[in-house]
């Protein structure tokens, strides 16, 4: 029998595996909770992202009366960053209620909250109540995993989507999208003293970021996350400072909001650059939304009010994550993120979460779990 206070244990478990990305190395981890959620029933299947990496899908029932239920979350995380860490980033010690650990919020806790829920529920439920967990590999590089899963056909159905990103156990309907692109432009080299005999394409990768800055976007605001933002991250060019650069590299962070289009917004920009811009996509993941009156969004709001002791209202996460690329499979079906973490914490020195809120969410998706099964 597996029980709430089992999460802890069970968080603790998986920040003791180091499974930072990268390299990941995810698929002990995965071995280990697919071990756990057989032995409970479930059926689970590895999917290789490389030596040493896996994603894990574990299902049980057989979806004849509901679409089934999904969870979601990645086991992967970030590096640790250059600041020393107080406490040991992989030895999963508590102090004063809290667990400290890289990925403790993001989003070890979550995983193993959502897990040792479904596996203390799944005895219990109907044999025609499905839920599918999808436990993924390299999240924090892009979505790779999921996307990884997408692409090779293997995430099957869901009716809704949970995403145990840390939200401290507040339900959030969305995030925003994002298009991450390279634009380079290119010229003719020459020697730096005959500038005229040569094409300096970082004049024309200057030209392209100021037409970059005066980008405005004409689709209506979104009434949740408002209006979509453009940002220049990096400007690369030109090797020695005596010749004329024949190269040079503009990397462009732009996230979307529900009310985008990514395609057509490709489209609009590649022809503000002008064909002396290549424009390459690099991540592309669609925001993700569901309406608040959405019923079982309200249900979930309404589930979640007494274990928080306030009543939610709509809002959104600051982050993406692994339901844009889920949701292409799946049609969008209504998608809340909801996790134990701490969004505060995530990829901070010292990253900690809460166990009270780690025992609390477990209530929270047992009761989703049982919702789902019972109507
Ligand atoms: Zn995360």
Redesign the pocket.
């Known amino acids: 029998m597996v029980k709430a206070s089992d999460a802890v244990e069970l968080t603790k478990e998986l920040v003791r595996m180091n499974t930072i990305n990268p390299p990941g190395q995810e698929e002990r981890c995965a071995r280990h909770l697919g071990a756990l959620l057989e032995r409970a029933g479930f059926e689970a299947s590895y999917h290789s992202l490389g030596e040493g990496r896996a994603s894990l899908i574990a299902t049980r029932g057989n979806g004849s009366s509901k679409l089934p239920l999904c969870f979601t979350?990645?086991i992967d995380t970030v590096p640790l960053g250059v600041a020393r860490w107080r406490m040991d980033p992989f030895a999963a010690e508590t102090d004063s209620g809290k667990l400290y650990g890289r990925g403790a919020s993001?989003?070890k806790c979550g995983v193993a909250a959502f897990s040792v829920a479904a596996m203390r529920m799944a005895r219990s439920l109907p044999s025609s109540c499905a839920l599918s967990l999808v436990i993924t590999a390299g999240?924090?590089t892009g979505c790779e995993g999921a996307f990884r899963l997408y692409r090779d056909g293997r995430l099957g159905k869901a009716g809704a989507v949970v995403v145990a990103?840390?939200s401290s156990n507040y339900p959030l309907v969305g995030h925003k999208g994002v298009l991450w692109l390279k634009a380079t432009t290119h010229g003719v080299s020459a020697h730096g003293s005959m500038p005229r005999e040569g094409i300096n394409a970082v004049y024309r990768a200057a030209h392209a970021v100021t037409r970059l800055e005066q980008f405005r976007f004409s689709n209506p605001p979104h009434a949740l996350m408002g209006q979509a933002t453009l940002n220049v991250g990096t400007l690369h060019g030109g090797l020695n400072i005596n010749s004329v650069p024949d190269q040079a590299e503009i990397g462009i962070d732009i996230r979307t909001v529900p009310t985008v289009d990514h395609a057509e917004l490709i489209r609009l920009l590649a022809s503000e650059l002008g064909p002396e811009v290549d424009l390459q996509t690099l991540l592309n993941l669609n925001a993700v939304y569901t309406e608040a009156r959405e019923p079982w969004i309200q249900s979930v709001f309404e589930l979640m009010a007494p274990i928080l002791g306030e009543t939610p209202v709509p809002r959104v996460a600051t982050?993406f994550?692994d339901a844009a690329a889920l949701n292409r499979a799946y049609g969008d079906p209504p998608t809340v993120i909801l996790g134990p973490?701490e969004a505060h914490m995530?990829h901070q020195t010292d990253e900690y979460c809460v166990l009270e809120k780690v025992e609390k969410s477990v209530a929270g998706y047992e009761e989703i779990i049982g919702r789902w099964c019972q109507s």
């Open positions: 979350g990645h993001d989003m999240e924090e990103e840390p982050y994550s973490g995530a």
